[in-house]
Nanobody
Framework: QVQLVESGGGLVQNGASLRLSCVAS????????MGWFRQAPGKERMFVGTISWNGGSTTYADSVKGRFTVSRDNAKNTVYLQMKALRPEDTAVYYC??????????????????WGQGTQVTVSS
């Protein structure tokens, strides 16, 4: 059974940092693009960032550019989302996703075939 499991979420103050992790099991995603999305209450799931299969390229949503960094460790089958200078508007459930059909990163929700269960990030003002 293929699983993506996120961890590292929590409650932090405005301006704090967090690092989310996403561990894959059941198969390797070393040749797949990986992505992070988030969903705030009452809103659609939105793209946050994506990374190519070898970590050579990343793309970010404008709202997080310069504050968030996606990285991966293929030896550990793990993808990370480093978040700095967090703001209350970053509050959401964060999901990682895998896109085996793509080597390069993609920001399109429909390109991802596997999803984690999500981890809550809450930023207090």
């Amino acid at each position: 059974q293929v699983q993506l499991v996120e961890s590292g979420g929590g409650l932090v103050q405005n301006g704090a940092s967090l690092r989310l992790s996403c561990v894959a099991s059941g198969r390797t995603f070393n040749d797949a693009a990986m992505g992070w999305f988030r969903q705030a209450p009452g809103k659609e799931r939105m793209f946050v960032g994506t990374i190519s299969w070898n970590g050579g390229s990343t793309t970010y949503a404008d709202s997080v550019k310069g504050r968030f960094t996606v990285s991966r460790d293929n030896a550990k089958n793990t993808v990370y989302l480093q978040m700095k200078a967090l703001r209350p508007e970053d509050t959401a459930v964060y999901y990682c996703a895998a896109s085996p059909r793509h080597f390069t990163g993609t920001s399109y929700y429909a390109d991802y075939d596997y999803w984690g269960q999500g981890t809550q990030v809450t930023v207090s003002s």
